[in-house]
């Protein structure tokens, strides 16, 4: 069982910033990926931006070169970097740890209770 906890939502102003974290109660090395997705009012849950146990990193295109996700492996703490929000960035947003269990790499997932991010004036 893995344990996701969110911080770091709040109302902010168009343009402005936010910096999400997430803590994971396991050593984030030993996850597959770590993503952050979000969901609208009215809309599918949506990935937002991923970083795999190597590094690499994903992002969805109405994010990129606006948000950076990045982890600190020590503190078992995923973060994602949010700049020049946008009203339509409003969302819940959740943290998620995919992990691969068995032989056969079955894929698991762990969300956190989500939280919430509004960009308004």
């Known amino acids: 069982q893995v344990q996701l906890v969110e911080s770091g939502g709040g109302l902010v102003q168009p343009g402005g910033s936010l910096r999400l974290s997430c803590a994971a109660s396991?050593?984030?090395?030993?996850?597959?990926?770590m993503g952050w997705y979000r969901q609208a009012p009215g809309k599918q849950r949506e990935l937002v931006a991923a970083?795999?146990?190597?590094?690499?990193?994903n992002y969805a295109d109405s994010v990129k070169g606006r948000f950076t996700i990045s982890r600190d492996n020590a503190k078992n703490t995923v973060y994602l970097q949010m700049n020049s929000l946008k009203p339509e960035d409003t969302a819940v947003y959740y943290c998620?740890?995919?992990?691969?269990?068995?032989?056969?790499?079955?894929?698991?997932?762990?969300w956190g209770q989500g939280t919430q991010v509004t960009v308004s004036s």
């Open positions: 998620n740890a995919d992990l691969r269990m068995g032989l056969a790499l079955r894929r698991v997932d762990y």
């Open positions: 970083i795999t146990s190597g590094g690499m990193t």
């Open positions: 396991i050593r984030i090395l030993s996850i597959n990926a």
